[in-house]
């Protein structure tokens, strides 16, 4: 089965750092360009950040210099590391696997707060 | 960055009604649009990409088209498991973005 599981969501500081994973399975995990997209409460979805296949990376606008996306082929896993966090970084993240520039396979989220 | 816009925001319909839902790019993406279907408190689901691919086991009364800036989401016989929200989706030149979302809701 295809799936991905998202972890490492939870409370911080703003300011503070938070480093979210995203484990792979069910698909040859080398072969895909990866996402991350964020859903504060009540609102739509927002694309974070993506990581090609060879590594290469971009950011929206709204993270670009706080957050860095990698990967890990040997183990299947996508990283969020999050930085200078805010109030308004508040979301559930989720990755997502990228298939002809549109999003086929999804997480099922991990909520991150930022709150004093 | 290109901005895409939904229309309605929100739609009220019954069971079995034909349904469209519009998405505007503020700048040409030639057919590089996805549409997924979102409930509460679970991941969004594709439905269509590049403007009118059927994803693989989505029923046939979901349709796309369009191409440049003007796109459309078509159900064409509404079933109680079709009230959602849902979202346009573009990509150009390695960014992506979302529109805001149309809530479909039972009349």
């Known amino acids: 089965e295809v799936q991905l599981v998202e972890s490492g969501g939870g409370l911080a500081q703003p300011g503070g750092s938070l480093r979210l994973s995203c484990a792979a399975s069910g698909f040859t995990f080398n072969n895909y360009d990866l996402h991350w997209v964020r859903q504060a409460a009540g609102e739509g979805l927002e694309w974070v950040s993506r990581?090609?296949?060879?590594?290469?990376?971009s950011y929206s606008g709204s993270v670009k210099g706080r957050f860095t996306i990698s990967r890990e082929n040997a183990k299947n896993s996508l990283y969020l590391q999050m930085s200078s966090l805010r109030a308004e970084d508040t979301a559930v993240y989720y990755c997502?696997?990228?298939?002809?520039?549109?999003?086929?396979?999804w997480g099922q989220g991990t909520v991150v707060t930022v709150s004093p | 960055d290109i901005q895409m816009t939904q229309s309605p925001s929100t739609l009220s319909a019954s069971v079995g009604d034909r349904v469209t839902i519009t998405c505007r790019a503020s700048q040409t993406i030639s057919r590089w649009l996805a549409w997924y279907q979102q409930k509460p408190g679970k991941a969004p689901k594709l439905l269509i990409y590049k403007a009118s691919s059927l994803e693989s086991g989505v029923p046939s009364r979901f349709s796309g088209s369009g191409s440049g800036t003007e796109f459309t989401l078509t159900i064409s016989s509404l079933q109680p498991d079709d009230f959602a929200t849902y979202y346009c989706?573009?990509?150009?030149?390695?960014?992506?973005?979302f529109g805001q979302g149309t809530k479909l809701e039972i009349k």
């Open positions: 997502a696997r990228e298939m002809g520039y549109a999003f086929d396979v």
């Open positions: 989706q573009q990509y150009n030149s390695y960014s992506y973005s």
């Open positions: 990581v090609g296949s060879t590594g290469d990376t």
